[in-house]
């Protein structure tokens, strides 16, 4: 398999296993801070037929939660803090000012009750790090090396990546998208082998 690239929409059935980039868990954990719209409504519709189905289950891993966690408290959480409290916390103050308060605690419990909600859903899987991803991640130059790490996470499990991620132009894993860069470029890629 080279690219294996498909529109969300157009998925049907819903089985296997899936990887969420973490941009979705967002709009999953905070739909009210992400622009309301058509298309991440079709991204959360088939999250939730994902997490309902007995034949498919939403991989994570201990890289996958810890980056959804912190992305959601310094994008998510800390937001509704400075309003709430009408005060700015600085990028150096994160873990002084806001990281103690009561907010965050609360924050945090929220978190871990929407994940664990899901927890038959969660099939949790780990990519091990193998020396040679340290210089073969260079190649992959418009991942950063936590994409890579979970592209190579799906390769090796057979797992479908959904994203929304333009970057995400890989080979050798399913992928479920509605990004018109990725669906345009898989596009190309099938006119070129077709010639």
């Given at each position: 398999?080279?690219?294996?690239?498909k529109?969300i929409?157009?998925t049907?059935?819903?089985?296997?296993?899936?990887?969420?980039?973490?941009?979705?868990?967002?709009d999953?954990?905070?739909?009210?801070f992400?622009?309301?719209?058509?298309r991440?409504?079709?991204?959360?519709?088939?999250?939730?037929?994902v997490?309902?189905?007995?034949?498919?289950k939403?991989?994570?891993?201990?890289l996958?939660?810890s980056e959804?966690t912190?992305?959601?408290?310094k994008?998510?959480a800390?937001?509704?803090?400075?309003?709430?409290?009408?005060?700015?916390?600085?990028?150096?103050?994160?873990?002084?000012?806001?990281?103690?308060?009561e907010?965050?605690?609360?924050?945090?419990?929220?978190?871990?009750?929407?994940?664990?909600?899901?927890?038959?859903?969660?099939?949790?899987?780990?990519?091990?790090?193998?020396?040679?991803?340290?210089?073969?991640?260079?190649n992959?130059?418009?991942?950063?090396?936590?994409?890579?790490?979970?592209?190579?996470?799906?390769?090796?499990?057979?797992?479908?990546?959904?994203?929304?991620?333009?970057?995400?132009f890989?080979?050798?894993?399913?992928?479920?998208?509605?990004?018109?860069?990725?669906m345009?470029?898989?596009?190309?890629?099938?006119?070129?082998?077709?010639?």
């Open positions: 398999m080279d690219y294996d690239i529109r929409d157009k049907t059935p819903i089985k296997g296993v899936f990887f969420f980039d973490t941009m979705i868990w967002l999953i954990l905070a739909p009210k992400s622009k309301d719209n058509n991440k409504n079709k991204y959360i519709s088939f999250f939730d037929k997490n309902s189905s007995p034949s498919a939403i991989a994570v891993s201990a996958s939660i959804v912190n992305t959601y408290f994008t998510v800390l937001r509704m803090y400075e309003k709430e409290e009408n005060t700015k916390v600085l990028p150096n103050e994160f873990k002084t000012k806001y990281r103690p308060t907010h965050f605690k609360n924050q945090y419990q929220i978190v871990c009750d929407e994940i664990e909600a899901r927890a038959d859903s969660l099939e949790f899987s780990n990519y091990t790090l193998k020396e040679a991803d340290l210089t073969e991640a260079v992959y130059p418009k991942l950063d090396f936590n994409d890579y790490c979970y592209y190579k996470m799906c390769q090796e499990n057979s797992f479908t990546l959904v994203t929304d991620d333009g970057d995400f890989v080979k050798n894993v399913p992928l479920l998208t509605l990004n018109k860069r990725l345009d470029k898989y596009h190309e890629e099938l006119v070129k082998g077709k010639l």
